[in-house]
């Protein structure tokens, strides 16, 4: 089965809008989809990015208008100034942990996208604080994950190692936002783009059937 990388950040808005469309790609392309969290605050700013907190106003005045025109076409709840999402001096790590939690869920063999949703749902829609870990092992828990496991394990050194792997692997091929997913190599940057991975997909698996097979 084709794997589809989508690397991003738990605190990134775009994730959390794009979930849902992003589902329904795997489901119909019949891909396996890896989440792959990454240290966007020291990745991004050296292949091209900027994080919003390092923005002009009227860049990010724009990024609240398109926060709200997306909201409102897509129909999903969301908070364009949610509590817990630290505009100033964010404390070290803050939004690291729960993307260490999601990777710990997917190296266990679960399913990590309804908790990865969970997460960024709890800070973009219900004003949770996701850098608090007894809010991720309430959410764990509410989505049927063992909460004590995953948060147990995200210190891991097989968690932290997959963290710096995907960190690593994102500064290689270039990635300078959230989410990205990459197809044959190609990036496909932002929930908007989507439509455009969706229809490499379909050429892929046009592609895929196309080819002889082996005598």
Not at 68 to 96: F, I, S, V
Not at 116 to 132: C, T, V
Not at 140 to 162: H, I, M, P, R, T
Request: net charge neutral; charged share 25%.
């Amino acid at each position: 089965m084709l794997e589809l990388p989508c690397f991003y950040t738990l605190s990134s808005p775009w994730a959390y809008l794009g979930g849902p469309r992003l589902q329904d790609i795997v489901r119909r392309q019949r891909v396996r989809l890896v989440l792959k969290p990454f240290d966007f605050q020291e990745i991004v700013p050296r292949t091209g990015g900027v994080p919003i907190r390092t923005r002009p106003q009227p860049r990010r005045d724009y990024h609240r208008t398109e926060l709200a025109r997306w909201r409102d076409y897509l129909g999903l709840p969301l908070n364009l100034e949610p509590r817990h999402y630290p505009m100033r001096n964010p404390a070290p790590n803050w939004n690291k942990h729960a993307g260490w939690m999601v990777i710990a869920a997917q190296q266990s063999g679960a399913d990590a996208f309804p908790l990865s949703h969970a997460i960024l749902r709890a800070l973009w829609a219900e004003e949770q604080n996701i850098a608090d870990p007894a809010t991720r092992r309430r959410i764990a828990d509410e989505n049927g994950y063992d909460g004590a496991a995953l948060l147990a394990a995200e210190q891991s050194e097989a968690v932290q190692a997959e963290y710096r792997a995907n960190s690593e692997e994102a500064e290689r091929l270039g990635v300078f936002g959230s989410p990205t997913l990459v197809i044959d190599g190609e990036l496909f940057w932002g929930q908007d783009r989507y439509g455009f991975a969706d229809r490499a997909l379909a050429f892929r698996r046009h592609l895929d059937r196309e080819l002889p097979k082996p005598c």
